[in-house]
């Protein structure tokens, strides 16, 4: 990898980007939080079903 030719990538990459207006803004955040409250309750599932398991014996 060249680095002068991946600073001109990361160059590139900023003057293509832009700033999120507020619609998308909340979408973005939306998905965030539904995935991080999906992840979080099929761990807590497992841990629940695992414990009830292990209380059983």
């Not at 998308?24 to 414990?51: A, D, M, N, P, T």
Request: a positive charge; charged letters at 20%.
């Amino acid at each position: 990898m060249n680095p002068k030719q991946t600073l001109k990538n990361m160059a590139n990459t900023m003057k293509m980007a832009k700033k999120p207006n507020k619609d998308e803004y909340q979408q973005h955040l939306r998905l965030v939080l539904l995935g991080i409250g999906g992840i979080g309750s099929i761990g807590f599932i497992i841990q629940f079903v695992f414990s009830v398991i292990t209380f059983g014996r």
